[in-house]
């Protein structure tokens, strides 16, 4: 089944050091999106791929940084994880973006510990 | 700016009994509105969405939401729950004119009792 799929599923990292999280999909979707998720709150978007098209929220940190090699796969980056950044990450993809694609497709999401 | 505010961030019911969860959007134009579901452990799923068609929108699982712009709401309704609809539920608004950003409420917990 066509899907868009999130590894790892459990991440643990340490304070400051890099880590990369990574996603990809079998939709051939034009867009990719990050989102981060925080206990009992709104999944909240960091930036997403318009094909090569990067863009980023205005008030995503600059510690974050997303890659985007090809269609099928896209990264994020921490460069320098705080105690704060611990979090659900979760990648959606949707066809295209305006009124006829609407529809996002999530992961299963990568838990982020930050130690 | 679209925002969504949902009205209680936890939410129980008896099983068999109905099942509502309130969003109420902010938008300057007619928005795209969308209901999602998230279980333990899994990303969200959408249940269904809103988009300037038919004002009452019928979604998966028996979850239907009613599109009332006097209001500003878009509430989830089931005529009777089941334990299996215990999950976290967001509502989410997008501007069609300016690209699709989707910005998501801050999540009802629906817990089930049987």
């Known amino acids: 089944d066509a899907m868009v799929i999130q590894n790892p599923r459990y991440q643990v990292t340490q304070f400051g050091k890099p880590v990369t999280l990574s996603c990809s999909q079998t939709l051939n979707h034009n867009v990719m999106y990050w989102y981060q998720q925080k206990s009992s709150q709104a999944p909240k978007l960091l930036f997403h791929?318009?094909?090569?098209?990067?863009?980023n929220e205005a008030d995503t940190p600059d510690n974050f940084q997303s890659r985007r090699p090809n269609t099928s796969f896209c990264f994020l980056d921490i460069r320098s994880p705080g105690l704060g950044d611990a979090a659900m990450y979760l990648c959606?993809?949707?066809?295209?973006?305006?009124?006829?694609?609407?529809?996002?497709?999530f992961g299963s999401g990568t838990q982020l510990s930050v130690l | 700016a679209q925002s969504v505010t949902q009205l209680g961030s936890h939410v129980s019911v008896s099983e068999g009994a109905l099942v509502l969860l309130r969003c109420n959007y902010s938008s300057s134009v007619p928005p795209y509105l969308f209901w999602y579901v998230q279980y333990p452990n899994q990303g969200l799923q959408l249940l269904l969405k809103?988009?300037?068609?038919?004002?009452l929108v019928k979604g998966i699982n028996g979850f239907e939401a009613e599109f009332k712009k006097s209001e500003t709401s878009f509430h989830l309704t089931k005529p009777s729950a089941h334990m299996s609809d215990a999950a976290e539920y967001f509502c989410?608004?997008?501007?069609?004119?300016?690209?699709?950003?989707?910005?998501f409420g801050t999540g009802t917990s629906l817990t089930v009792i049987p």
């Open positions: 959606a993809t949707s066809r295209g973006q305006g009124p006829r694609w609407e529809k996002l497709f």
């Open positions: 989410a608004v997008s501007d069609p004119n300016t690209g699709n950003q989707f910005y």
């Open positions: 809103y988009t300037s068609a038919a004002t």
């Open positions: 791929y318009y094909d090569k098209d990067f863009n």
